[in-house]
């Protein structure tokens, strides 16, 4: 595969690197890579979509300095080890905004993005994306063994094999080169829960359609039902920040940002809201891309 239209060198370099430990089939062409996130928390104390409107760019954690997983995104933190292993240290010396953007390959065509325990709304980019990604299976924070690109993606077979919670089951991707919201995104896809707020009025000044998901939503009766998935006292805290008996991402939005909670634990209450609580077309469902989002 020729990076020679890649920018910058290092990006160039690690995509050399992971190309070389890659074997098999190429990647269908309609599959797409998704970021997740949450999209009504806040960057530098600003509201995440204004922050994004705003610099026209989606950045790593080294740059924004926050994250839906870890915070290890320094020099000698675990983020910087994994991408130093991974990446034949490409990035060793780089500026954080040289770095790979984190998301993941959608091959189940999921209607809330690939990898939703990082978020209820999700960019889906572009197929010239996929030239420019690696990819990794399981997540590269367990050093994982096994390495792919469009080209050459052994790791569809890999992840269908497995029998990882439906949250973890997800194959990374590593976009090089730096994802521009103009250029390399085919839409922002929400959750419907936004429609009318704030998050909305911002989605709609990025340089990008929207569009809308099903929606994940559940009761506080059927909360109760998975209090061994996360743990009792998340169930008990998703229930006392419910709404009229029920949570949605809105909703644990909402709470996270009164500083009321500890993150950490807001967290595991969304991680059930995702596992029992997405609509259908999510999980292991295939549905097909024209069903994916509505736009609006």
Sequence with gaps: MDFEDVRPERARAALRHVTGLSRGPSVEPDLRITLNFH??????GLPVLQALARDGAYHSQFVTGTSNGGLTAHPGGDRWRWESRIFGGAYDDAPATERPVYGALDFRRQVVGAAPRFGS?????TAAALTRATFCYPDSAAEPADFGTAAAMPLV?????DDRDALDDYIEAQVHGGVDLARDVEALVLDPGYRGTSVEADARNLPCPVEWHPGYRITVAELRRHADYRGQEYV???????EDGRLDPRIIGDAVRTGRYEPQHLKMVW?????HGAPEGAGTARVPRTNAGQAS
């Excluded at 709304?121 to 980019?125: C, K």
């Excluded at 077979?157 to 094999?161: N, P, S, T, Y």
């Excluded at 991680?271 to 596992?275: K, N």
């Design 157 to 161: 077979a890999l992840a269908e094999a």
């Design 236 to 242: 008990d805290l998703g229930a006392r920040i419910a």
């Design 121 to 125: 709304s999700h960019f889906r980019l």
């Design 39 to 44: 999209p009504d928390r806040l960057c530098g």
């Design 271 to 275: 991680h059930t809201l995702a596992r």
